[in-house]
């Protein structure tokens, strides 16, 4: 007996005694020891056995093949295909939207005419007077003759049409012929620009009175003369004054409010109310020619 209780036998007793008393405390509703065996043995127990039943699971589930595996790329190529799309129409509609807002206040005092907002797409190098081509054509309602312009000013007009693009002329050209006035003082004249001045961005207003009353910093607008262009539109405003070398008459050198050696969006006025009769007159006297 002696010996039992010192050896092996003793140690063995002694674990089966705690065990029931750990029982025992179960049993009686203490919460420590309920808590104790839940988290540091029955949950670390539950644990095992849950992430046996995953393994199982998995070793189950047979493989991809690789037939599979590539209709699965494709599908997801596809998808991400159809979204990049998606994203680009998203970026068109946006800016289209934010164009049309820069122009909202011209179109309440306009209301005889519509805008297209549109992008520069190229440049000739060959042109002498900044000229660009457009991403919008006649498919978008786009004319010969239609203003370009800015939220800052006139730029040019529609000097050819395609289906989806069109060419513009600026107002640094000498074949603007563009009528214009002062805002202040009323004073009339003729927009024309020159190679020198074109350069420097610049362009002029001619054929004005000798009994004029511009001055420097007055405000340049369209005229409206002849209907090709719409009222109001803003040009620039005055640089200096000055007298032709060949005529002497008076010269307004103008500063365009809108850098039209670098621009990048425009929009085209299109739908002009105003050009009805220009066309209407056109359309006679090509067919009085007949």
């Keep these: 007996m002696k010996g039992f209780l010192s050896g092996k036998g003793f140690k063995v007793l002694m674990v089966l005694l705690a065990f029931l008393l750990v029982l025992a405390l179960v049993s009686s509703g203490n919460s420590y020891v309920n808590n104790f065996m839940t988290s540091f043995i029955l949950t670390p127990i539950q644990q095992v056995a849950t992430g046996g039943a995953y393994s199982a699971g998995d070793a189950l589930t047979p493989p991809k093949s690789n037939e599979q595996l590539r209709e699965e790329v494709s599908r997801l190529e596809q998808e991400n295909r159809r979204l990049n799309d998606l994203l680009v129409e998203y970026y068109d509609i946006k800016r289209e939207n934010e164009e049309l807002a820069r122009f909202y206040e011209i179109r309440k005092e306009n209301t005889d005419f519509s805008v297209v907002p549109a992008t520069v797409i190229g440049r ?17 309602s786009v004319k010969l003759n239609d203003p370009v312009m800015t939220d800052n000013g006139l730029v040019g007009w529609v000097s050819e049409v395609a289906p989806h693009s069109c060419k513009v002329t600026t107002i640094l050209s000498p074949d603007a012929g563009v009528g214009v006035l002062d805002k202040k003082t009323s004073d009339g004249g003729i927009l024309c620009g020159t190679p020198v001045l074109c350069d420097e961005g610049l362009t002029q207003m001619i054929n004005i009175s000798a009994q004029h009353k511009i001055a420097e910093n007055d405000i340049v607008v369209t005229s409206g003369f002849g209907g090709i262009f719409p009222k109001n539109l803003k040009v620039g405003k005055v640089r200096e004054l000055s007298s032709d070398s ?29 050009r009805g009769d220009i066309e209407e007159t056109s359309r006679k006297e090509e067919s009085s020619k007949h």
């Design 246 to 274: 060949y005529n002497g008459l008076p010269v307004a050198v103008i500063e365009p409010f809108e850098q039209i050696k670098t621009v990048s969006a425009v929009a085209v006025v299109v739908n002009f109310s105003g």
């Design 124 to 140: 000739d190098p060959n042109e002498n007077f900044y000229g660009f081509t457009l991403d919008k054509g006649s498919a978008d």
